[in-house]
Structure formats: structure tokens, C-alpha cells
């Protein structure tokens, strides 16, 4: 399970590094096309990125508390045989 979440963070990572990369690239040629990058995608896309990460962080999130929740039964059981 925390593997998992680490590989969807990563993956993530992985994501913005590209993105900032383009975008750091695009400055060395021409600094209003690096500004133009960051807010020349249409609303419609910007939306469903916004929809794609809040997916994403729900599924994470739930990840995140069913792995605690996993751990504290586990911790229960060994106090309660100790």
C-alpha cells in the first residue's frame, strides 16, 4: 500500500519536473513564450486537470487512511497479545 502512494507521488514528481522543464527551456528561447505556457491552455483543459488531480488526491487520501487504519489495527492486535 505505501508503495503505491510513493509511486503515485513520484509519478506526480515526475510530471512537474517535465512541466517546469518546458517551461525553463521555452525561457532561454523567449520569455513571453514562457509566460504564454503557463496559461495558454484552454479553461476546458484546465478543468480537467483540476479534475484529474482531485481524483488522484482522493484516491491517495484514501490510500493514506486505509494504510493508517491498517497499522493501528496491527498495533492493537500486538498490545492486546502482549
Do not use: F
Amino acid at each position: 500500500m505505501t508503495a503505491r502512494i510513493g509511486s503515485r507521488i513520484d509519478d506526480v514528481d515526475v510530471r512537474m519536473e517535465r512541466v517546469s522543464r518546458l517551461i525553463d527551456s521555452a525561457a532561454r528561447i523567449d520569455r513571453e513564450l514562457a509566460a504564454g505556457l503557463g496559461c495558454s491552455a484552454s479553461m476546458t483543459a484546465i478543468q480537467g486537470d483540476i479534475d484529474v488531480a482531485l481524483a488522484q488526491s482522493d484516491t491517495l487520501q484514501k490510500a493514506v487512511r486505509a494504510s493508517l487504519t491498517q497499522e493501528r489495527s496491527t498495533r492493537r492486535r500486538t498490545a492486546s497479545t502482549s
